[in-house]
């Protein structure tokens, strides 16, 4: 017999796995276009429902795929907590695994918290943009989102309770 040794593989490409992070912040905008796409290019539609269509594709639709690559990374951690648990803990992979282990989830927990900062920064500049003359300080690097909600404003000269959105 001959061992199979693999966590060093994952220690050593984990860095090159947050390139999804960019990947991930744009997941948004690549359906959003993929949206528009479907309404406005029929040869873009008629293609896309073609390769639905295909069993090489399982039937699925595009943004189906477009997703495959962050859900891989988020697989990853979980892929080796079971190969850790499958493993002794004197076989000459352990540690690595143990370690990439650590890593990888390290790495997905970066990954979404990047793109929970950017969803939020796109938040202040959609703010930006539903308000009238606003200044350009209002999306300066530094701003952070805190909350969104609803709120209700009593207008004293015409004594109505009214709900805004505000954020």
Do not use: M, W
């Not at 050593?12 to 406005?40: P, S, V």
């Not at 639709?61 to 850790?84: A, D, G, H, T």
């Not at 499958?86 to 927990?109: G, R, S």
């Not at 690097?141 to 909350?147: D, H, P, V």
């Amino acid at each position: 017999g001959f061992d199979i040794i693999v966590g060093d593989v994952f220690v050593k490409f984990k860095d090159y796995l947050k390139l999804y992070t960019d990947y991930c912040l744009n997941q948004d905008r690549c359906n959003t276009l993929y949206k528009q796409l479907i309404k406005e290019n029929s040869e873009f539609e008629d293609y896309c429902k073609k390769i639905k269509e295909d069993k090489r594709c399982r039937f699925l639709p595009l943004p189906s795929f477009l997703i495959k690559p962050f859900q891989r990374v988020c697989k990853y951690p979980l892929l080796l907590k079971e190969l850790l648990a499958q493993t002794e803990t004197y076989h000459n992979d352990y540690a690595d695994i143990y370690f990439a282990k650590k890593e990888l989830t390290a790495v997905v927990k970066y990954i979404n918290e990047r793109k929970r900062v950017g969803e939020n920064q796109q938040k202040i500049v959609d703010i930006r943009h539903s308000i009238e003359d606003c200044p350009p300080l209002l999306t300066v690097a530094s701003r952070r989102f805190i909350k969104e909600g609803i709120i209700g404003i009593f207008e004293k000269e015409n004594e109505k309770f009214q709900k805004h959105i505000r954020y």
